[in-house]
């Protein structure tokens, strides 16, 4: 079968590999759909500062059952299937206490372990999460960055009733704010400065979408919640200015939660968060029942993908797909690998 490798930062390769075997309570996936993510782009050009070269990537995956190792009796062949991209110990504090998304020795598919880009893959039942038949492939893997969002928006709790402002309308951005709606938030809304996104977060549900190259954020917020503001704001951008702007107008007393990986480091005026009390939380990957909420939600159809999807590609070009998004990035929302279609 053939796999995919990052030889070096640009640089991809195809190797013909044998063909995994499963072993007891283990499945052998066939890979249909890989999403590339900002992290995979990071890679892509030698700026992820937790992965070293070579790499096989894919985290964003979804796929059909192929074989079952012996002891696996909970999926049957031609299911489909996402995959849980973590490892972890299972012993250290986080782990034990049930935050295994926190592990101290976590590592990830696609950056510190073997990703799924190949033909097949075998990996622990465990980690594997059924899809309803009738999902596309293609949505299928964008369950992962779903579940990123859905985790993202329970480390505030129950936010049914509240006034949820995110910035930054890329694809997590867009999957907050869908999220924070179909959780039951009374009002959401979303900032960028982009108007392709915004526009996108539009046909998604989003109920405020203002573009702060023109608007104000602390305006913005008055204008969508009344004087009282949000009660809480998603920074998905994570850069200085996104928290900047949003420790300088958020309420008083309320919520902000950084779910970007922040770009750099942080030069933010903590003396105002401090003064004004603001609860800084931050969020990091998903567990399993944030992979149970994606998809119910999805069924529900309180979150929608499809509007997500920008590009597809075959899986032999790979190297273009990162090209691709290199070149629009203003208007590249998700690009999909098509691992079977060579």
Known sequence: MLQQIMTQPGEIIFKEVPVPEVQENQVKVKIMNIGICGSDIHVYHGKHPFTTYPVTQGHEVSGEVAALGKGVTAFHIGQKVTIEPQYTCGKCYPCRHGKYNLCENLKVMGFQATGT???????????????????????????????????????????????????????????????????GAAKVLITDVSDLRLEKAKACGVDACVNTKNTNFGEAMVAAFGPDKADVIYDCAGNNTTMGQAIQYARKGSIIVLVAVFAGMAQVDLALANDHELDIKSTMMYRHEDYLDAIRLVNEEKVHLRPLLSKSFKFADYRKAYQYIDANRETTMKVIINVQEK
């Open 117 to 183: 880009a190949s033909e097949y893959f075998v990996v622990d039942a465990a980690k594997l999460t059924p899809l309803p038949q009738e999902m596309p492939y293609e949505e299928g893997a964008m369950i992962e960055p779903l579940a990123v969002a859905v985790h993202a928006v329970k480390q505030v709790g129950d936010v049914a009733g509240m006034n949820i402002a995110v910035l930054g309308a890329g694809p997590i951005g867009n999957l907050v704010a869908q999220t924070a709606k179909g959780m």
